[in-house]
């Protein structure tokens, strides 16, 4: 076979089936977004926008990956730390880490609801010790500060070991030497951390936030089984255009709005993480 | 004030003896060169002096102070790594600058010193690239210029200048010999390149399978060698051997010479002398030549002497074949005597 059409004769199959199964559907959901009564519109947009629970979902969904986000970069790049440091059992202690990856969020989500909800192991073990006197009900409209911390928590324990896989390949990948020259140039192990650690895990850090900032903004199940329609959040707000509202044109509007929100983020991510030219390992 | 002073230090990876029993004392001020073939430990003994790894037994002492329990920051050494290790996310600037901004000097003393030792190091028009954008040598150079930069009292170099083009070597070794003279630091420089070693040295500790075989002067190591091995190791080409057995009243009969040599009642030992160290002569070792090599001021003739391989070093106005027939007579007080049994040089004014 010709040499030069070879590889795109290889890719062809990868790139059949991202055409029919995703950029089929997006032109679909663009066109039922962007679509009104005639022709092209913006309405869908305008009336999503306006719609008194959008600046709350936005609102909540945002202060949620402030909050998440964060939480787990520090513990992620802490957990990474600290297995690459381990020279015996480190895989298995990587393994039980990563457990909760495998857990579908819905059953996270549930998981922690039987923990928290009135009945749960939370009230009790405080019933049990004496601590209160009867069952809480923490997940309830009076406590909005408690769902959200529980939901929180929550994302936090499902998914900071994708972070943390991620980190650990990118620590395992600087060259030992550096961390000498660091040494006997007077690094104390927080300076080395911050001088040669850090920067050079810039590659990883990069995908690793990019994956977990589009996914919260993507939280939904957690979200659902912990705080019900207590915390809208976009995603939830999605689902309710789509089946409960039976309005597609809106649901699009509102996914379009999401991407937009992951692609501005993933852009400032790798502007902000970026590796000058020259400076790769 | 920076002696050195390495003391009954063994090191094992595994099971695999890296380094045995090594003794060392390097004087303040000194250059020391830690010669060896590859593997043979010189990289172990400089980190343990590092401190970047710790030794089975053994205590390293610097200045008259026990350092081999402090971390390598606190031993008043600087490094230059055999692979360099010049950090990729930083400039050359901040590379050489790493040092001194750990210990938070002011920013216009930080430049001084980076200047300097970039200037001295010839790399001054490449502190504002990445090392990503050096090549191997320009690398090189900047590892060297972040250790200078910290003006330490003990400097450590592997191989610093391997990767060097020949001329640029040169110039460095002259450059780096001046420096740090100046400077007044105790160091210790690993090569496994003898002329290097020769030209830089106030001495040259030859090392071979994780022993140091021979501490002493440059011009010491090449005319006496300790040992055996040191013989065959130091010069290019090395010594010449031959067998030798017991004449009595300390004459030995070599090929089919006799030669005065140590008075000792061994049945035999093995005859050395440098291809330098032999003249064309009427009378002296019968040699069949088997190849000549022109080197411009000199011919390099490889021969054999009762059935061994012995080169000569001769000037290049002899006109000599291959297939030639020559004697050659070996200058009397370069004439060197080795212990077979033990390796160890035995000296003939015993
Ligand atoms: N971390 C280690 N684990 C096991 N063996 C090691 C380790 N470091 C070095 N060695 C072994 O110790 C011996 C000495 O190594 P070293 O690096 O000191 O050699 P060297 O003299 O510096 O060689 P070169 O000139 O090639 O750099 C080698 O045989 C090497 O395989
Ligand atoms: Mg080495």
């Known amino acids: ?281 | 004030m920076a002696e050195i002073q390495i003391r009954n230090v063994a090191k094992r990876f595994g099971s695999y003896q890296a380094l045995h029993d090594i003794n060392l004392t390097i004087a303040d001020q000194e250059f020391m060169v830690l010669l060896g073939a590859s593997g043979c430990g010189k990289s172990t003994l400089l980190r343990i002096i590092a401190g970047l790894e710790t030794q089975t037994t053994g205590e390293v002492w610097i200045g008259g102070r026990r350092i081999d329990h402090l971390p390598p920051k606190d031993r008043g050494i600087a490094m230059v790594f055999q692979n360099y290790a010049v950090f990729p996310h930083l400039t050359v600037f901040e590379n050489i600058g790493f040092g001194l901004r750990m210990q938070k000097l002011r920013n216009d003393e930080v430049t001084r010193r980076v200047t300097r030792t970039a200037e001295l190091m010839h790399i001054e028009q490449l502190l504002t690239r990445y090392s990503g954008e050096l090549s191997g040598g320009q690398r090189q150079r900047v590892a060297v210029a972040r250790a200078l930069a910290m003006e330490p009292d003990v400097i450590l170099m592997d191989e610093p200048l391997s990767n060097l083009d020949a001329l640029l070597r040169l110039e460095m070794r002259a450059e780096l010999k001046g420096v740090l003279a100046e400077s007044n630091t105790t160091a210790i420089y690993v090569t496994h390149d003898q002329v290097e070693a020769m030209s830089l040295a106030d001495r040259i500790s030859v090392m071979h399978q994780g022993r140091i075989v021979q501490a002493a002067s440059p011009v010491e190591v090449y005319r006496d060698p300790a040992e055996r091995f040191v013989a065959g190791f130091i010069g290019n080409p090395p010594m010449n051997f031959l067998p030798a057995s017991n004449h009595g009243n300390g004459r030995w009969a070599v090929a089919d010479q006799v030669f005065a040599g140590p008075d000792v009642s061994a049945a035999a030992l093995e005859f050395a002398i440098r291809p330098e160290d032999l003249r064309p002569a009427d009378d002296g070792l019968e040699a069949r030549v088997r190849l000549v090599e022109p080197l411009g001021a000199h011919l390099l003739l490889t021969c054999d002497v009762a059935g061994t391989m012995f080169r000569a070093i001769l000037d290049s106005d002899m006109t000599v074949r291959a297939g030639d027939q020559l004697k050659l007579a070996a200058m009397p007080d370069r004439i060197r005597w080795f212990d077979p049994d033990t390796s160890l040089s035995v000296p003939t004014a015993a």
């Not at chain 1, 202690?93 to 990856?101: D, G, K, S």
């Not at chain 1, 009945?119 to 809480?136: K, R, Y």
């Not at chain 1, 009900?137 to 909005?144: A, E, M, T, V």
């Open chain 1, 1 to 281: 076979m010709n040499a030069r059409l070879l590889p795109y004769v290889l890719i062809l199959p990868v790139t059949l089936f991202l055409c029919l199964f995703f950029l089929y559907p997006f032109v679909l959901v663009a066109a039922q977004a962007f679509g009104g009564s005639d022709g092209l519109s913006l309405d869908n947009f305008r009336d999503v926008v306006s719609y008194w629970k959008f600046p709350i979902s936005l609102k909540n969904t945002m202060l949620l990956a402030a909050l998440v986000v964060p939480v787990q970069l520090a513990l992620a790049l802490l957990m990474a730390t600290m297995v690459n440091r381990m020279k015996k059992g480190r895989d298995l202690v990587l393994y039980i880490w990563t457990i909760p990856l495998g857990i579908s969020d819905l059953a996270a989500g549930i998981i922690w609801l039987a923990i928290f909800e009135q009945s749960g192991f939370l009230n009790s073990m405080m019933t049990g010790l004496g601590l209160a006197e009867g069952p809480v009900n923490f997940l309830s409209y009076q406590n909005p500060g408690l769902v959200f911390l529980a939901i929180a928590l929550a994302e936090i324990w499902r998914a900071t070991a994708i972070m943390l896989v991620i980190l650990v390949a990118g620590i395992g990948l600087i060259p030992k030497e550096y961390y000498e020259a660091a040494e006997v140039f007077g690094a104390s192990p927080w300076q080395r951390f911050l001088r040669v650690t850090l920067p050079m895990l810039r590659p990883s850090l990069q995908t690793a936030l990019i994956l977990r900032v589009v996914l919260a903004f993507e939280v939904f199940a957690v979200v659902a089984a912990l705080g019900g329609t207590l915390l809208p959040v976009l995603m939830g707000e999605i689902y309710a255009y789509q089946f409960d509202l039976q309005n597609g044109g809106a649901a699009a509007a509102m996914a379009l709005i999401v991407l937009g929100i992951s692609i501005v983020f993933t852009l400032i991510i790798l502007r902000v993480l970026r590796v000058p030219k020259g400076a790769t390992i």
